[in-house]
């Protein structure tokens, strides 16, 4: 594995779309760093201009100090894990997983080769279907082999193009801790790329946040949660959304705009009356909308809660953990 540096990274299509902006960015080895950021904010063309599948207009990528930002992509050594599976259908499991290690470049001995794929689908839990082919599996077992044959290399670093996207929550949700767990088993270099936030969270040592090319934050889960540094990055993490309501709201001077999280807001007493717009139980959870002075204001309280709608109801505010914005969406930092 290998610490992997992106610094004052530009790429432009076309002369004149800007698709990546001064990005500047380190990856321990041995890190496991997630980009966040909705479609078209970057997140893909920042593992192709790693792979050199892309040629950046300007900045440099590093390899452990060494600087390879003109190598080919076949000397770079990097695994890439797409978003479809794309497995060879005629293949066996085991022969997709084989394939990267028959490469000419490696020239790996048979026995050497079999040891290492059925380490691999053992982690995977896929050891019973490496006599299948690809075309027998199901949608999960499938993206499994697509990882699986990227895991099997020991590259500078897994580059990974939203790998779970196109599977159910659960299967996702079981992935998510397998991947965790096989990186910390291989001490594994990874630089993840994602919308989504549970993934996030639960993966990353690191996330950066993208914005239209731009990395915005830096920071571990915790830090980008607790104190983004503005409206758009405090909208990346939370479920519930959090609030993002006027200053004025609760009598806030020189504040443009609040963040206040759901669960930061205490139901059934407080000097705030509004009255219930709707509940949503989640189980251990329930989300309750509230109209305060013509402005929605979601709360989440543990357990069950139960409300009719029109209901009047009295809610307080943590004072201590509201976030505080300027008139250009940024954070004020208290003194």
Do not use: W
Request: charged share 25%.
């Amino acid at each position: 594995m290998a610490k992997v540096e992106l610094k004052k990274l530009f790429k432009t299509y076309n002369k004149k779309i800007k698709a990546l902006e001064d990005i500047n960015l380190t990856i321990e080895d041995g890190q496991f760093f997630v980009l966040l950021g909705p479609s078209g904010a970057g997140k893909t063309t920042t593992l192709r201009c790693i792979a050199g599948l892309e040629k950046i207009d300007s900045g440099d990528v590093l390899f452990d100090d060494e600087n390879i930002t003109h190598d080919q992509p076949a000397s770079r050594d990097v695994s890439f894990v797409f978003q479809q599976y794309s497995l060879y259908p005629h293949y066996t499991v085991y022969e997709n997983l084989a394939f990267p290690l028959r490469s000419p470049m490696r020239k790996l001995p048979e026995e050497e080769i079999k040891n290492k794929v059925e380490k691999i689908a053992e982690m995977l839990k896929i050891s019973n279907k490496l006599k299948n082919k690809a075309t027998e599996l199901s949608g999960g077992e499938m993206q499994r082999v697509a990882i699986g044959r990227a895991l099997v290399r020991e590259p500078n670093i897994y580059l990974m193009d939203e790998p779970l996207s196109s599977l159910d929550a659960k299967l996702r949700e079981t992935l998510r801790v397998e991947l965790k767990n096989i990186q910390l088993n291989l001490n594994a270099t990874i630089l993840y790329v994602t919308h989504d936030q549970a993934e996030a969270t639960t993966l990353a040592d690191k996330i950066g946040v993208l914005k239209e090319g731009k990395i915005v934050q830096i920071g571990t889960p915790e830090e980008i949660y607790e104190n983004p540094n503005s409206i758009y990055v405090s909208q990346r993490l939370g479920s519930p959304k959090i609030n993002i309501l006027p200053g004025s709201l609760f009598k806030l001077n020189n504040t443009a705009k609040i963040g206040l999280r759901p669960e930061n807001i205490e139901l059934g007493n407080g000097p705030y009356e509004g009255k219930v717009i709707s509940t949503e139980n989640l189980g251990s959870e329930t989300v309750v909308a509230i109209n305060f002075q013509d402005n929605e204001i979601l709360a989440s309280i543990q357990g069950s809660y139960k409300s009719s709608i029109n209901e009047k109801i009295n809610f307080d505010i943590n004072t201590n953990k509201v976030l505080k914005f300027d008139k250009g969406d940024q954070r004020i930092y208290e003194r």
